[in-house]
């Protein structure tokens, strides 16, 4: 059997928070403003893979309005979701993400998310691509105001 899942995310960019994509700070004067860490491609990707399984969405394994979710490590709510798909048998083929995001360059930091995002799933780095486009300079993402991720994931069991 095989599933296709799709995962989006958009936060606001803000002064004194940090920028991560997919487990990686990026050098930025703003950075995800969020309940946990903000990171959008986490998210974007843990959603995708909820979905593809049927097991629900990352608001339903972590809601927002609780305080220990407070500043939570992205990466470690990943894993708490993946390990739940791997116990029900799946397994990922591969993920494709977009990126929107109008600074700073993305394609500087490609390779290493996708190292990351890797690690994190426990995948091999040829199953998992990630790209960037930018706004355009139309408003939220364009004019650097929020920040965006869209993936799309294959699953089998």
């Known amino acids: 059997m095989i599933r296709v899942g799709l995962g989006y995310d958009i936060h606001r960019l803000i002064d004194g928070r940090r920028l991560l994509l997919g487990g990686i700070e990026l050098p930025f004067d703003k950075g995800e403003d969020g309940h946990s860490d903000g990171d959008v ?8 893979v909820l979905g593809a399984s049927g097991l629900g969405d990352i608001g339903s394994f972590f809601p927002p309005e609780e305080p220990q ?15 739940k798909v791997y116990d029900e048998g799946w397994k990922i083929e591969n993920l494709d993400c977009v990126i929107g995001l109008e600074k700073p360059k993305f394609i500087p930091y490609r ?4 190292n990351s995002i890797a690690g994190v799933l426990g995948i091999d780095p040829s199953q998992v691509f990630v790209k960037a486009k930018t706004g355009e300079k ?10 965006e991720a869209t993936v799309v994931c294959l699953l089998s069991r």
């Open 41 to 48: 491609l986490f998210h974007a990707i843990a959603d995708a």
């Open 138 to 147: 139309l408003p939220p993402v364009g004019t650097s105001e929020a920040v």
């Open 111 to 114: 390779q290493s998310v996708i």
């Open 69 to 83: 979710w407070k500043d939570a490590d992205s990466a470690k709510l990943l894993k708490t979701v993946i390990q």
